[in-house]
């Protein structure tokens, strides 16, 4: 099982003002004589102050003038940032172990689900490029894809065909020295953390110039 890690985004789209101090409140309930986290309690100290600091500006809302406002957006920025600092030394100590971890009152990071196997690439179109021999290949971009492959052979394909294979991170590619007036099949696949490779739909054109 490899490491987990807490989340330390606290900014307003992901809490209210009301449930941040809510959670600060128990991020300081937990780490406040939790021995796995002794050496933090100067920094428990602290962060409870910032925490008490901004929830009297929210108190004082219901009736807050322009000035109360941008003082509390200031406080609740320093409380941000200050939990920030807490939330890394927390990581840092715990090694990732995902106990630990939970015990600081933190909540734990969503580890990202498998992307399984890619789509095969649509709307594979190639054109000619500006100088001779040259030919532009271009698609649409596949979700989850940090890699693409072409590969190109003579027309038509058959199971004998040797393919010549080349890799970008864009969604098109310049091919050069491609055989003028001779039939080229293209082909297009995104590749993923799914070993499978799904190529698209072959694709002849001529390299006319």
């Avoid at 409140?25 to 939790?34: M, R």
């Avoid at 990071?109 to 649509?122: E, F, Q």
């Amino acid at each position: 099982m490899g490491k987990s890690y807490i989340s330390i985004n606290f900014s307003s789209n992901n809490y209210s003002d009301k449930a941040l101090n809510v959670k600060i409140n128990t991020i300081v309930e937990s780490l406040t004589g939790n021995e796995t986290y002794a050496t933090l309690a100067a920094d428990v100290v602290t962060l409870k102050a910032k925490n008490d600091v901004f929830g009297g500006f929210l108190s004082r809302m219901a009736n807050g003038t322009k000035m109360l406002t941008a003082e509390k957006n200031v406080a609740r920025k320093d409380l941000e940032d200050f939990t920030h600092v807490v939330g890394n030394r927390v990581q840092d100590i715990s090694g990732g172990n995902e106990v630990l971890l939970l015990s600081s009152g933190f909540d734990l990071r969503r580890k990202p689900a498998p992307v399984g196997m890619l789509d095969m690439p649509a709307n594979v179109t190639v054109t000619p490029g500006k100088q001779s021999g040259t030919m532009i290949v271009s698609w649409d971009v596949v979700d989850n894809a940090y890699n693409y492959v072409v590969r190109t052979t003579k027309a038509p394909v058959t199971e004998s065909s040797i393919w010549t294979e080349m890799h970008t991170s864009k969604h098109s590619l310049l091919l050069t020295s491609l055989p003028l007036g001779e039939p080229i099949a293209f082909q297009v696949a995104g590749l993923g953390t799914d070993p499978r490779i799904v190529w698209s739909a072959v694709v002849v054109a001529y390299c006319m110039f």
